[in-house]
Structure formats: structure tokens, C-alpha cells
Antibody, heavy 115, light 112 residues
Framework: QVHLVQSGAEVKEPGASVKVSCKASGYTFTDYSMNWVRQAPGQGLEFMGTINPGSGSANHVQKFQGRLTMTRDTSTSTVYMELSSLTSDDTAVYYC????????WGQGTTVTVSS | DVVLTQSPLSLPVTLGQPASISCRSSQSLVHSDGNTYLSWFQQRPGQSPRRLIYKVSNRDSGVPDRFSGSGSGTDFTLKISRVEAEDVGVYYCMQCTHWPRTFGPGTKVDIK
């Protein structure tokens, strides 16, 4: 059974960085792309970017240019999303979701940016 | 970017009655490979989104057959034939034909 397990909640100060992990199981990790989606409190879903775990290549939405880094570790079947220069606007639940069509989602990681 | 517009944004429904949500795209969602990559997601309160429908009309495993998707080009619809209490939540359409992937604003379904 395909399963995505994300790291725990984080509280960060403005200007800091956060790194969220998403550990995959139940399938061949390198065969399927992984997406990152976030949801601010009471708001809708916002697509952030995609990583190809096989090649390591990643693409992100222009909005996050220079702040978003997506990486992977094939030895542990884990993808990572690192967002830097955090502001209060980055307070959200961050999700990983498998493949372009997002058929499987992680449980979400709450990131709170507050001084 | 492709803009997805959903209507209505709020949908009070009576248990056992049908419900319908529209999703309109600012451009055609037909991919060069011939497929149309329009999906529907359900998000219950406090839960992660769950995909219900992919490629317009394909129901995911375990999704009740009261959910159905239809449409083509730029106009798509999610229908619930008979609403049950467990269907309360927010429903999103999403396209992955074009980069970047985009979501509709969501339709909140609750019981009258």
C-alpha cells in the first residue's frame, strides 16, 4: 500500500528556514514524481512545485523563486522541501502528494511562522 | 497560469438529494497526448485532501459510485447522486495538463 509520512510540526521565527520531509513506502520511489502543496489557515490549496525522485530535477512555481528547494534521498525514499526567508504568510499546512495527478497525499506538516 | 473557477463556492444540500459542482478552466485542458488531466479532490474537516476523480471521469479505488465526473475542454462537473453526511467538506478541482498545476478555489458542501 502506498504511504507518504511527513515530518512533524514546526515553529519558526521570521527570516528562518524550514525543512519538511516526506517518506514514501509501498512503491518504487524513483518511478513517480512528488509534488508539494500548501494550505494557509482557512484557505485553499496552493501548488508549490514538483521533484522527480529518479533524476533529482525539480521545478517550482515562480512565486517561490529563490526560496524553495526540493531534494530527495533515494537511500531512504524521502523527499524534502526547504523554504527559506520565512514570513507570516508562509504559515500553512504543507503536503506532499504523489505524481502529477496527486493520487496519494501525506498527512500534512503544520509550519507556523511567528516571533 | 490556468485559472480554474468553481461554482457555487458554497453548497448547502439536503441529505439524499443530488449535488453538482462546476469547474471552468481559462483554457482547454486537453493535453498534447490526448488526455484531459482534470481531477477532483475532497477535503473533509481536519484531513488531507483525497482524490475522488482523475482524468475527468475516472473514479479512484474506494470512492463510492454516487460520485461521478464529466466534462470536456474547459467545462467540467462533479456530481453526487445522493448526498450523505460523510460528504461534508470542501471539494477542489485541479488541472495538471499545464504548468504550473492549479487548483480551483474550492466548494464548501454542508448539510442544510
Amino acid at each position: 500500500q502506498v504511504h507518504l509520512v511527513q515530518s512533524g510540526a514546526e515553529v519558526k521565527e521570521p527570516g528562518a528556514s524550514v525543512k519538511v520531509s516526506c517518506k514514501a513506502s509501498g512503491y518504487t520511489f524513483t518511478d513517480y514524481s512528488m509534488n508539494w502543496v500548501r494550505q494557509a489557515p482557512g484557505q485553499g490549496l496552493e501548488f508549490m512545485g514538483t521533484i522527480n525522485p529518479g533524476s533529482g530535477s525539480a521545478n517550482h512555481v515562480q512565486k517561490f523563486q529563490g526560496r524553495l528547494t526540493m531534494t530527495r534521498d533515494t537511500s531512504t525514499s524521502t523527499v524534502y522541501m526547504e523554504l527559506s526567508s520565512l514570513t507570516s504568510d508562509d504559515t500553512a499546512v504543507y503536503y506532499c502528494a504523489r505524481t502529477n495527478q496527486m493520487g496519494v497525499w501525506g498527512q500534512g506538516t503544520t509550519v507556523t511562522v511567528s516571533s | 497560469d490556468v485559472v480554474l473557477t468553481q461554482s457555487p463556492l458554497s453548497l448547502p444540500v439536503t441529505l439524499g438529494q443530488p449535488a453538482s459542482i462546476s469547474c471552468r478552466s481559462s483554457q482547454s485542458l486537453v493535453h498534447s497526448d490526448g488526455n484531459t488531466y482534470l481531477s477532483w479532490f475532497q477535503q473533509r474537516p481536519g484531513q488531507s485532501p483525497r482524490r475522488l476523480i482523475y482524468k475527468v471521469s475516472n473514479r479512484d479505488s474506494g470512492v463510492p459510485d454516487r460520485f461521478s465526473g464529466s466534462g470536456s475542454g474547459t467545462d467540467f462537473t462533479l456530481k453526487i447522486s445522493r448526498v450523505e453526511a460523510e460528504d461534508v467538506g470542501v471539494y477542489y478541482c485541479m488541472q495538471c495538463t499545464h504548468w504550473p498545476r492549479t487548483f480551483g478555489p474550492g466548494t464548501k458542501v454542508d448539510i442544510k
